[in-house]
């Protein structure tokens, strides 16, 4: 009598049926993250909410005030050393009591400073129409040999994109500060304000200025 073999059962599993379940659930997994990625970028760019605004205590105010005044020169700086300093959050609390707290937000880095602003788009407008864009302006900041102020533009960046420096007029890297490009009243201001400059430094979130005697 011919005994029959034994049947093999087939794998639970079988590989390919695996691969293919490995790679579709990655391919979703990434494009949940792309669209994820996406609405942020929407939302944070191109529909974006207002800034916090900083409010001030009575005495910040007084102080902001004060250091204005001293750059005006309508009254001498307090500190002996001559030692004028301001800080984002100053900065950006004069700007909410100019009514902007909610549309411009300045920040200072290292040798730079940097605005945010958020720009309603007309809602008849053909491009984002009804948007609020956000727009980035950085500059770069320094005293040059002559210890004069030299102030250069580093990137602007609308919706998040920065735009290339032919669109700009190649105008980043350029000193906006420069006498020689400016018509004469500017010209006469800035150079009166910069020699009364000694040192001038942008870091750790403040702006420091030495004046000059």
Known sequence: MNESPASV??????????????????????????VGLGAWWYQYNLNASPFRPVQLTAAEQEAVQ??????????????????????EREINGYLQQQGLGD??????????IGAQFLIPVDKDFPVMGGSTVRVKVAFNTQLDANRQLALSLADISVGGISLPNDWLGNMKGLNLLDHNKMGEGDAQFFKSFAAGIKDFQLKNGELRLVLND
Do not use: H, M, Y
């Not at 059962?9 to 792309?34: D, H, S």
């Not at 549309?103 to 730079?112: A, D, F, L, P, R």
């Open 9 to 34: 059962a087939a794998p639970a599993n079988p590989p390919v049926l695996r691969r293919r379940f490995t790679w579709t659930k990655r391919l979703l997994v990434t494009g949940c993250v792309l």
């Open 66 to 87: 004060t250091k204005l005044a001293t750059l005006e020169n309508q009254v001498q700086p307090t500190d002996p050393a001559k030692t004028l300093v301001l800080n």
């Open 103 to 112: 549309q411009i937000k300045v920040s200072i880095n290292n040798g730079n």
